[in-house]
């Protein structure tokens, strides 16, 4: 079982940056692809961005492409999400999660492991 615990949310201006993290514990994260995902206020969890298991291959969803980066750390057990050019519109909870499987997927369902997530507002 593993456990994730994100960090790095906070309050920040629009045109801001801030840098999220997830760390793991209770097994390696290195076998896993992971991803980030987000969740506004009154709004379904969305995915963000996605990482393969070596950090070789990303992938993102088209409203934060060039602005985020999804990077691990397998060594330490930890991936991030630096995040730039932030805008009102990506105030929500971010949240790290395994990804069941080794092919590329954004649905929700293909992810576990969640953690308690991180409050992310960005003001205008």
């Known amino acids: 079982q593993v456990q994730l615990v994100e960090s790095g949310g906070g309050l920040v201006q629009a045109g801001g940056s801030l840098r999220l993290s997830c760390v793991a514990s209770?097994?390696?994260?290195?076998?896993?692809?992971m991803g980030w995902f987000r969740q506004a206020p009154g709004k379904e969890r969305e995915f963000v961005a996605r990482?393969?298991?070596?950090?070789?291959?990303?992938y993102y969803a088209d409203s934060v492409k060039g602005r985020f980066t999804i990077s691990r750390d397998n060594a330490n057990n930890t991936v991030f999400l630096q995040m730039n050019s932030l805008k009102p519109e990506d105030t929500a909870v971010y949240y790290c999660?395994?990804?069941?499987?080794?092919?590329?997927?954004?649905?929700?369902?293909?992810?576990?492991?969640w953690g308690q997530g991180t409050q992310v507002t960005v003001s205008s």
């Open positions: 999660a395994t990804a069941r499987y080794n092919y590329r997927t954004t649905q929700i369902s293909t992810y576990g492991n």
């Open positions: 209770g097994r390696t994260l290195s076998t896993y692809a």
């Open positions: 990482v393969s298991s070596s950090g070789g291959s990303t």
